[in-house]
């Protein structure tokens, strides 16, 4: 359960991108605290894709600000938020499939080996990659056989797991999830959902972009809700039901009709 009390990881104030004559985000705000699972619902075209690419620096908004820790950042690509330590996992799973998965989760981030073999041939310390490899698919408890097997031979439930568990290790303020479990089945689609669990509790805050409510009312501790570009409210899903999620997400009713128990 997400605490009020809990400190603002990740913060933007009336962000606003435009496309010609489209507005996508129009004044977002967007507060995520940390230990929690924030889930960021939307109907097509609410803003939530192009929130989440400011976010994680795929896009530069025309306006607006965005905080990590309280320090205003300015994202101008993917690589400026990796380094301050958001992973992104996207919905179409930067994954190489025939490469291994001790590969896979060391990609673009390759050790290399000690002293010359490093830092003069460029040599990778494959033997290295494999341990830490073990040890964090270990700690985040995903029961993969062999870390040497090319990802290829995996299930779509275990390839999201090593998308998701890369992003895991290097990530050292939030992870951020594109419809992590949209092309799965019920079964492989919980055992994402538990290891997106794991990630929180080991005290990285997620955000979850998902259109599966199921999913979002099962594991989220607040639930943002995207409305014609801006943030229409965020609810409690302990305490408002599906059916108002969703009036508030179609704009059937506003967040001044909720209970206020239900807003989060």
């Known amino acids: 359960m997400s605490d ?6 990740m913060q933007a104030k009336g962000l606003v991108k435009r496309y010609g004559q489209v507005t996508a985000l129009d004044g977002a705000d967007f507060e995520l605290r940390a230990g929690e699972i924030l ?22 908004p025309d306006e607006g600000e965005i905080y990590l820790d309280g320090q205003r950042v300015n994202f101008r690509s993917p690589i400026d938020a990796r380094r301050a330590g958001i992973e992104t ?13 001790a590969e896979n989760l060391f990609l673009g981030r390759e050790i290399r080996r000690p002293g010359m073999l490093g830092s003069v041939f460029q040599m990778i310390d494959k033997k290295k ?12 408890k995903v029961g993969i056989r062999s870390m040497t097997q090319a990802v290829e031979t995996l299930s779509g439930g275990q390839r999201q797991c090593v998308a998701v568990a890369r992003a895991a290790a290097f990530a050292q303020h ?3 999830m594109d419809e992590p479990t949209a092309a799965l089945g019920v079964k492989e689609g919980n055992m994402v959902l538990e290891l997106i669990r794991r ?11 998902s259109h599966n409510m199921p999913h979002v009312f099962e594991i989220a501790d607040r639930i943002h809700i995207a409305r014609l570009g801006k943030r229409a409210a965020v609810v409690n899903p302990k305490k408002i039901s599906m059916s108002d999620t969703v009036a508030v997400m179609t704009g059937a009713m506003t967040a001044e009709q909720l209970a206020p128990e239900c807003l989060a």
């Open 4 to 9: 009020p009390t809990q400190p603002l990881v």
């Open 39 to 60: 889930a960021v619902i939307g109907d097509n075209g609410a803003g939530k894709s192009s929130l989440i690419k400011a976010l994680s620096g795929a896009t530069v």
């Open 89 to 101: 996992v996207y919905q179409d799973l930067a994954v190489a499939p025939a490469m291994t998965i």
């Open 129 to 140: 990659m494999l341990q830490e490899s073990i040890a964090r698919m270990n700690d985040l």
């Open 174 to 176: 939030v992870v951020i």
């Open 199 to 209: 990630v929180r509790d080991k005290g990285l805050p997620v955000i979850l972009i």
